[in-house]
Each structure stands twice: as structure tokens, then as C-alpha cells.
């Protein structure tokens, strides 16, 4: 049976940094494996214009002081932009991918959420060309912003491409992770990719319960498919499981706790896409 994949458009935003390099090579390679359209996304950051030096300019030399330097301002922002967007393009022709390309004046993270509402899936890099560490630890603010806001699946890739053979799949029965089970099951039985699902209990029952709906919903979908049974806390179990080596990509859902024991505790979704060394899809 032909079955409809979801991600049939993909929005891979770029700022030329090495791990926006990375994210690109796994942009491409998903899109190749699926048979995905694919578009290119670079933001030219409204801040760097409007930021606190330009305003200071403008404030201490007057206005034609700072719009002469605008237009340079500019003008080096487009053609870099040009370059950055032109190597991935390249990147896409070597794969046989056609990839797109689009440049947008903005604050980042918004153009992204924004223009990704038009796409099935964002795929970005965890950090970016401005990250720095901050009290967001080692994920990038854009990153995290786009996962808590955008309503689209986003796929956040580390700083090393590696081909993936396989995918693992987070479940704990909450809605995200249902979808994170569709989606999984697509992926899988479009680039045959095999699946192994985690579940985290402590409760035997609902374990057994969780595993036995998963086998349910596979049975609809051509896929080879294991189901791991652990005792622990979720995001030390999965990032465990991660550092094993068994797969090459994490699905999982995203923030799925409430907003008070994400504070106590920390999200199981932040704490494993700052520390894995895969690429993790997120579904809300």
C-alpha cells in the first residue's frame, strides 16, 4: 500500500555556521531519502541594524550619519546572505536534491516560526552563528524558541553529520509522543528505516500497557520495530540509550510535562537535545 508521507516540504534555515553546515547535510539527506521538496532559509537579523551600536550612532551623530551606513550595512548582509544560501544549494546538487532558496529581513527566530507554518517540517541547527552560553546552557535561544513555539515537527541536528540506518522512538502515551509514533512509523516504512521504542516506567503495568498500543498502531504500517523497557528518570534513560549507539535519529514529543515540574525538574525535552549527539524530531 502507497501511504501519503507528512513531510512532503521541508524549511531548513541557515546562517553559514558550522553547525548550520551540519544541519543542511541532514536537511539534504532526509529530503533525498523521503523524496521531500526542500527549502533553503537564511534571515538577515533585523538586530544587527536596529541593535544598540546603530542606535547609538544615530543618537550621537545624527540620523544621516546612521542612514549612510544602512545602505552598506545592507547591501554586506544581502550578499552574504547570497554566498551562505548559493553553498547549500551546491550542497543539494551534489545529492541530486533541488533545494530552494529564500532570504527574509527579520527578527530570526520569529521568520523562522512564522515561515515555517508553510512547511511540514523545520529542520535547524541546535546552535547557531550568535550562540553563546547563557542561562540556556549549550542550546542555542533560537533553537529552543523555535521547538517551545512552532507548532511544526522540528528536527534539531548536532554539530556532525552522520547517515542515518535507524531511529529510535521516545513514547510515553502523552499526545506529542502519539504523533511522534505516526511520524516515526512513516519514516520508517518510507526510507526503511528500523525503529526501536523506549518506554520509561517505573509502573510494570502501564509499561506493558504503552508497549501494547505501540504494537497496535505498528501493525497497521510495514516496519521492523523493538520495544526497550526501562526503569528511570526519562531524560537520563533516553540520553543513555542515545550514547549506545543503536540508532542514528531520536522522534519523541516535545515538552509534554506540565510548566510547574518543568521548572522543579527540567524538561526531559531540553535536557536530551542539548546533550545528544543525534539528531532529534520533535513533535508537539
Known amino acids: 500500500m502507497t501511504r501519503e508521507l507528512s513531510f512532503k516540504n521541508l524549511l ?24 521531500s521538496r526542500i527549502t533553503a532559509l537564511h534571515v538577515m537579523d533585523v538586530k544587527i541594524i536596529q541593535g544598540p551600536l546603530f542606535s547609538d550612532v544615530a543618537f550621537y551623530s545624527g540620523l544621516p550619519v546612521y542612514y549612510e551606513f544602512l545602505p552598506k550595512i545592507e547591501e554586506a548582509l544581502n550578499k552574504r546572505a547570497d554566498s551562505i544560501l548559493e553553498e547549500v544549494r ?14 527574509i529581513e527579520g527578527i530570526i527566530e520569529d ?34 524558541s523555535v521547538v517551545r513555539r512552532s507548532k511544526r515537527p522540528v528536527l534539531i541536528t548536532p554539530a556532525d553529520f552522520k547517515e542515518i540506518e535507524s531511529i529510535g522512538l521516545a ?14 512509523a512513516e519514516l520508517s516504512e518510507t526510507a526503511r528505516w528500523p525503529i526501536t521504542t523506549l518506554i520509561v516506567s517505573e509502573d510494570s503495568a502501564n509499561a506493558a500497557d504503552l508497549a501494547r498500543r505501540v504494537d497496535e498502531f505498528l501493525e497497521n504500517y510495514d516496519v521492523d520495530n523493538e520495544t526497550l523497557i526501562l526503569r528511570g528518570r526519562e531524560d537520563k534513560e533516553i540520553l543513555r540509550f542515545i550514547k549506545e549507539g543503536a540508532v542514528e535519529m531520536m522522534v519523541m514529543g516535545a515538552y509534554g510535562r506540565g510548566r510547574l515540574k518543568e521548572f522543579f525538574l527540567g524538561s526531559t525535552t531540553s535536557n536530551v537535545i ?11
Open 171 to 184: 513514547y510515553d502515551g502523552s499526545g506529542p509522543a502519539s504523533s511522534a509514533l505516526k511520524i516515526a
Open 12 to 35: 531548513l534555515p541557515t546562517d553559514g555556521s558550522d553547525y548550520s553546515r551540519a544541519a543542511a547535510a541532514y536537511g539534504i539527506y532526509v529530503a533525498k531519502k523521503i523524496s
Open 274 to 284: 542539548r546533550s545528544s549527539d543525534i539528531p532529534v524530531l520533535l513533535m508537539h
Open 111 to 144: 521568520t523562522i516560526i512564522r515561515e515555517g507554518e508553510k512547511f511540514d517540517m523545520i529542520v535547524l541547527a541546535r546552535r547557531g552563528e550568535h550562540f553563546h552560553f547563557n542561562a540556556g546552557g549549550l542550546l542555542g535561544s533560537t533553537a529552543e
Open 90 to 103: 551546491k550542497e543539494g546538487e551534489k545529492s541530486g536534491v533541488l533545494v530552494e532558496v529564500r532570504k
